[in-house]
C-alpha cells in the first residue's frame, strides 16, 4: 500500500471511529473489551457506573460496525490501548473530578465536515435515537434498551421516533426518496 494511501486509510478511519463514538463510553472503550469471537463489545458506562449492577453493559457488534473495527484494530490496535485512538478526547473530557461536557460536538462537526457530511441538531441525541429506533424494528424492546444502556420509559420518552418508512409501510407505498 502506498504510502499516502496508508495516511488516507489511517484518517479515514480515525474519522469513522470518532464520529460513531458516545462520548464517555467510546472514549473508554478498549480493545480488550471487544470479544472478536462472540461478536459482543462490554462497554463500559462511567456516568452509571456508581449504581448497582450498572458500570459495564454488554452489547453486539452491529455487522455495520464490524469492518470499521476490524480496520482501526489493524491500523491502531497495536498502538493504542484505546478504540477510539485520540487521548487528548480523554484528557479534555476525563478530568480528576469525573467526566464533564468537553464539547466534544465540535469537534465532531469538524470531523464531519472535513467527511464532507453536514451537521444537524443534537447531534449524539440524535445519532442514538435513529440507532435505537433501527433496533427496535427488529428486536424486543428490554433487549435494545440492555445494548444501548438506557430504560424503556427513557427510550419511549426521548429516542424513539416516528419515521418516513413508517408512514410507508402504514399507507402500503414504498418509500418516497427525497
Sequence with gaps: MSESKATNTREN????IDASRSLTEGLSLRWEDIDWEM????IPEPKVEHHE???IRSCPIFPELRPIL??????FGEKSEYVVAAPQYRAAANTAMGWKNANLRTELLRLLRRAGVSGWPRLFHSMRASR?????REFPLH???SWLGNSPR??????LLVTE???AKAAGVAKVVA
Excluded: K
Excluded at 13 to 16: F, G, I, V, Y
Excluded at 132 to 136: K, S
Excluded at 154 to 159: D, K, R
Design 39 to 42: 461478536n459482543r463489545m462490554s
Design 13 to 16: 478511519q480515525q474519522w469513522r
Design 53 to 55: 449492577g450498572r458500570g
Design 132 to 136: 435505537q429506533t433501527e433496533l427496535q
Design 154 to 159: 427513557i427510550a419511549q420518552q426521548s429516542y
Design 165 to 167: 418508512d413508517d408512514f
Design 143 to 145: 433487549v435494545v434498551c
Design 70 to 75: 476490524d480496520d482501526a484494530f489493524e491500523i
